[in-house]
């Protein structure tokens, strides 16, 4: 969502570094950089003349002008502007009851429904949560039924609507029903329109009078820009909007609603959704938004990420042969596999610092079946074959190169970088001898 800005406001600072020292010129040609660079990423106007003015008022102080890395001390001006800006710390769900009635507004197309169940699986995975997805969307019977297949593909429960058709006593009666069975959490999911009208405001208003809900979050599409945040600011006018979540964050969007959302409607940014898995959504930390948008890369993120996602047993095990030089190809295919269920690798390199000795791997531009290929060789394989590639002749080759729908060159490359990787590990073994 950030690269297109990222990119242009690391290559403004890469120019201040060129600079013996810093004076108020080269902090205001700098500010006219960021500036441009803010509007072209849809930015709201009177957000980009807050942000700038604020800067410039502390970056032209004597302190930093005259300070030993004064390059360094305006990065960090910046970093805390931007962390203000996009809301300045992580705001937590607040779920006071048992159960907590959590309501899920937005215009139609924004994602609710997908992302009420993140939303539940979320609370269950990371919060032992036990939740009830409420569909009430009674004017499109699709949005029920696709509540109930996420629900039943993620082990979640949706409630049954059975022949109730109206939205208020559809929720009213679920929530009912979620403190007679004890759970912990109600998501109501709602119905949408395709822009904001009387009719749908009533019908959110009358549900969430109807349930007291502890939360109320609208859920904005970012690919849409400055209109999720108009319709944010509509929807928080008629109703006690608690949040604001995030969805398609992995798209080709240019991050002016995340970068305006705080500022314009005055509530906090909570959540984002990274991809179109359900488990593809996380909490929206300000901090480290602010620190991957100048390029200092967001290494918390990524180790709660594989901390989540890989399993830490079979991980151990794989240090363990990497230590006794026992790696094998089935091995090999095993933990790509892994990294893959975290999310696309590029991704997860994104999280990298793009300045220092980690600059070059965070560029690496890698396909997202970029691992395809191997793992097909390797599967083409017998198990002898994976845990002892010396049986490989050539007629071998062949046969793996024929059923994995590669070539011969393919198959002798893949087999070249492994045992590259052996070699490598030998000599690591070497030298802690």
Same mark, same amino acid.
């Given at each position: 969502?950030f690269?297109?800005?990222?990119?242009?406001?690391?290559?403004?600072?890469?120019?201040?570094?060129?600079?013996?020292?810093?004076?108020?010129?080269?902090?205001?040609e700098?500010?006219?950089e960021?500036?441009t660079?803010l509007?072209?990423?849809?930015?709201?106007?009177?957000?980009?003349?807050?942000? =700038?003015?604020?800067v410039?008022?502390?970056?032209?102080?004597?302190?930093?002008l005259t300070?030993f890395?004064?390059?360094?001390?305006?990065?960090?001006?910046?970093?805390?502007e931007?962390t203000?800006?996009?809301?300045?710390?992580v705001?937590?769900?607040?779920?006071?009851?048992?159960?907590?009635?959590?309501?899920?507004?937005?215009?139609?197309?924004?994602?609710?429904?997908t992302?009420a169940?993140?939303?539940?699986?979320h609370?269950k995975?990371?919060?032992g949560?036990?939740?009830?997805l409420?569909p009430?969307?009674?004017?499109?019977?699709?949005a =029920?039924?696709?509540?109930?297949?996420?629900?039943?593909e993620?082990?979640?429960?949706?409630?049954d609507?059975k022949?109730?058709?109206?939205a208020?006593?559809?929720?009213r009666?679920?929530?009912?029903?979620?403190k007679?069975?004890g759970?912990d959490?109600?998501i109501?999911?709602?119905?949408?329109?395709?822009?904001v009208?009387?009719?749908?405001?009533?019908?959110?208003a009358?549900?969430?009078?109807?349930?007291?809900?502890?939360?109320?979050?609208?859920?904005?599409d970012?690919?849409?820009?400055?209109d999720?945040?108009r319709?944010?600011?509509?929807?928080?006018?008629?109703?006690?909007?608690t949040?604001?979540i995030? =969805?398609?964050?992995?798209?080709?969007?240019?991050?002016?609603a995340?970068l305006?959302?705080?500022?314009?409607?005055?509530?906090?940014l909570?959540?984002?959704?990274?991809?179109e898995?359900?488990k593809?959504f996380?909490?929206?930390?300000?901090?480290r938004?602010a620190?991957?948008l100048?390029?200092?890369?967001?290494?918390?993120?990524l180790?709660e990420?594989?901390s989540?996602?890989?399993?830490?047993?079979?991980?151990?095990?794989a240090?363990?042969?990497f230590r006794k030089n026992?790696?094998?190809?089935?091995?090999l295919?095993?933990?790509v596999?892994?990294?893959?269920?975290?999310?696309?690798?590029?991704?997860?390199?994104?999280?990298l610092?793009?300045?220092?000795p980690?600059?070059?791997?965070?560029?690496?531009?890698i396909?997202?079946?970029?691992?395809?290929?191997?793992?097909?060789?390797?599967?083409s394989?017998?198990?002898?074959?994976?845990?002892?590639p010396?049986v490989?002749?050539?007629?071998?080759?062949?046969?793996?190169?024929?059923?994995?729908?590669?070539?011969?060159?393919?198959?002798?490359?893949?087999?070249?970088q492994?045992?590259?990787?052996?070699?490598?590990?030998?000599?690591?073994?070497?030298?802690?001898?």
């Amino acid at each position: 969502m950030f690269d297109s800005l990222s990119e242009k406001l690391q290559r403004v600072f890469k120019e201040l570094r060129g600079e013996g020292h810093l004076t108020e010129f080269h902090v205001d040609e700098a500010l006219k950089e960021i500036r441009t660079a803010l509007l072209e990423a849809d930015v709201n106007l009177q957000v980009v003349k807050d942000f =700038t003015a604020a800067v410039r008022e502390k970056a032209v102080g004597q302190e930093v002008l005259t300070s030993f890395s004064p390059v360094q001390q305006v990065i960090q001006i910046v970093r805390d502007e931007l962390t203000r800006v996009l809301g300045g710390a992580v705001a937590p769900l607040a779920l006071k009851k048992r159960p907590s009635v959590v309501l899920v507004v937005g215009l139609q197309g924004s994602g609710k429904t997908t992302t009420a169940a993140k939303l539940a699986l979320h609370l269950k995975k990371n919060f032992g949560k036990s939740v009830l997805l409420v569909p009430a969307d009674v004017h499109r019977p699709a949005a =029920t039924e696709q509540l109930r297949t996420l629900a039943k593909e993620n082990g979640l429960h949706a409630w049954d609507p059975k022949a109730e058709n109206d939205a208020v006593a559809r929720a009213r009666t679920a929530v009912k029903e979620a403190k007679l069975f004890g759970y912990d959490v109600a998501i109501v999911d709602t119905a949408g329109r395709l822009h904001v009208d009387e009719a749908l405001m009533d019908e959110v208003a009358r549900l969430h009078a109807a349930i007291e809900a502890d939360e109320v979050l609208f859920v904005a599409d970012s690919m849409t820009g400055q209109d999720a945040v108009r319709s944010a600011a509509a929807f928080g006018a008629k109703l006690p909007l608690t949040g604001v979540i995030l =969805t398609k964050t992995d798209g080709d969007a240019r991050g002016g609603a995340a970068l305006s959302l705080a500022s314009v409607v005055g509530k906090p940014l909570k959540f984002v959704g990274t991809g179109e898995k359900v488990k593809d959504f996380e909490p929206f930390h300000p901090d480290r938004a602010a620190s991957r948008l100048l390029g200092l890369g967001d290494m918390l993120s990524l180790m709660e990420k594989v901390s989540a996602e890989t399993d830490q047993a079979a991980a151990l095990r794989a240090a363990e042969k990497f230590r006794k030089n026992q790696f094998t190809l089935t091995d090999l295919r095993d933990q790509v596999r892994q990294l893959k269920s975290i999310g696309p690798l590029g991704s997860l390199l994104g999280h990298l610092p793009k300045v220092g000795p980690l600059k070059q791997l965070a560029n690496v531009e890698i396909p997202d079946d970029a691992t395809k290929t191997m793992e097909a060789i390797i599967d083409s394989m017998t198990p002898r074959e994976r845990e002892d590639p010396s049986v490989l002749n050539g007629s071998r080759r062949k046969r793996i190169a024929a059923g994995s729908g590669t070539t011969v060159p393919e198959v002798n490359q893949l087999l070249k970088q492994y045992l590259s990787m052996k070699k490598m590990m030998k000599g690591a073994a070497r030298m802690r001898g």
